[in-house]
């Protein structure tokens, strides 16, 4: 079943739902959101024992407001396959393809593993228009495998986090048709992608507004 939100924040407003609208709307704008791994399962606000509360709803909301995308944010379930899901994310994007969405209309964005799931997702599609968002997504184990960048990327990451810049794997190819990064700090490690914290936030909304 498709669970879909209006919210209400200011004078536009974005719709938040599980899965792809039916019908789909060619001329919308479509953005997905793949949260964190400590998320997966059916508790929507973990609790980390050093970064805390990972708000999820809080940043579905965040990301919507006065948003004029429709974001699909699916709550994955706990021990979630790997290829698998970067399967049906790319199913879900070749159908808002099909359905004349332009390519520069979709975006996809993940935090930590969610960010994984983006960037081998955007690996399947080899399609350079997409929007890609990477989220403290880097770490070391992302680094040494030989993964490319699709799309027009743009990194964010945090200081004082383990999962740093996203620029090593560039030299794994020139697939990808733009790249941007962002480094913030706030001093809160990977918790700072845990709350909807404008450090973040902003930025994000101002690249899909471009």
């Given amino acids: 079943m498709l669970l879909s939100i209006l919210l209400s924040f200011g004078a536009k407003t974005g719709t938040v739902s599980e899965e792809l609208p039916t019908p789909i709307d060619p001329n919308v704008r479509y953005v997905f959101y793949s949260h964190g791994y400590i998320v997966e399962g059916e508790n929507p606000e973990p609790v980390h024992p050093r970064w805390g509360k990972y708000t999820f709803p809080a940043i579905k909301e965040a990301l919507a407001e006065d948003a004029d995308f429709h974001l699909i944010a699916h709550h994955r379930e706990a021990n979630t396959d790997f290829g698998r899901y970067t399967k049906k994310l790319a199913g879900q994007v070749r159908r808002l393809l099909s359905a004349g969405v332009s390519p520069g209309n979709i975006t996809l964005m993940g935090f930590s593993r969610g960010g994984s799931l983006t960037a081998y997702t955007a690996q399947r599609l080899y ?8 989220l403290a997504t880097c770490n070391p184990s992302i ?7 699709y799309g027009r990327v743009l ?5 004082s986090d383990g999962a740093g810049s996203c620029t090593p794997l560039r030299k794994n190819g020139r697939t990808y048709s733009s790249f941007e990064e962002i480094q913030i700090n706030t001093g809160l490690e990977h918790g700072a992608f ?3 914290i404008p450090e973040w936030i902003e930025p994000v909304k101002a690249w899909l507004d471009k």
């Fill in 143 to 149: 680094l040494e495998q030989n993964i490319k960048l």
């Fill in 194 to 196: 845990y709350r909807p």
């Fill in 155 to 159: 990194s964010i990451y945090e200081a």
């Fill in 127 to 134: 399609n350079d228009q997409l929007g890609i968002i990477l």
